[in-house]
């Protein structure tokens, strides 16, 4: 980790669970991270699927950026790998269970949210856990 770089970003990522990322589930997870930090204003989600977004949405939550990513394209979102801009809270970790999906990368993850993910799926939980990331998602 390089404490020199104070936004979200896969190089400050840690892996909190699931079996080792390929270099594909890298290569998306950078995708997701840097597609959703370009909506600073409201929660957003991304679905990442072999480095192309196939459903990206802004919400009043991360759940409801969420479901209407996954509704721009359901089917390809199976697999696939999820950003979120903003600290991912219990309501959204429990409705990423409802789809298999290779990883989930989010600047947070409340302590609740990621025991639910924990107990539930064997997907990769990637928080990036930044000072910048810290002061948005209060």
């Known amino acids: 980790?390089?404490?020199?770089?104070?936004?979200?970003?896969?190089?400050?990522?840690?892996?909190?669970?699931?079996?080792?990322?390929?270099?594909?589930n890298i290569i998306d997870l950078d995708a997701a991270i840097e597609t959703v930090k370009e909506f600073n204003g409201k929660p957003a989600a991304v679905i990442i699927k072999h480095t192309n977004p196939c459903g990206v949405a802004l919400g009043d939550s991360p759940l409801s950026a969420y479901l209407k990513a996954r509704e721009c394209d359901p089917v390809s979102a199976f697999g696939?790998?999820?950003?979120?801009?903003?600290?991912?809270?219990?309501?959204?970790?429990?409705?990423?269970?409802?789809?298999?999906?290779?990883a989930v990368i989010a600047p947070l993850?409340?302590?609740?949210?990621?025991?639910?993910?924990?107990?539930?799926?064997?997907?990769?939980?990637?928080?990036?856990?930044?000072?910048?990331?810290?002061?948005?998602?209060?």
């Open 1 to 24: 980790m390089d404490p020199s770089v104070t936004e979200p970003c896969v190089s400050n990522a840690v892996q909190l669970q699931g079996k080792e990322l390929s270099f594909n």
């Open 80 to 102: 696939g790998i999820v950003g979120f801009n903003r600290q991912v809270d219990a309501d959204a970790a429990r409705e990423l269970t409802s789809t298999f999906l290779e």
């Open 109 to 138: 993850w409340a302590a609740h949210a990621a025991l639910r993910r924990a107990r539930e799926r064997r997907e990769r939980t990637v928080p990036t856990g930044t000072s910048r990331a810290r002061a948005r998602s209060s």
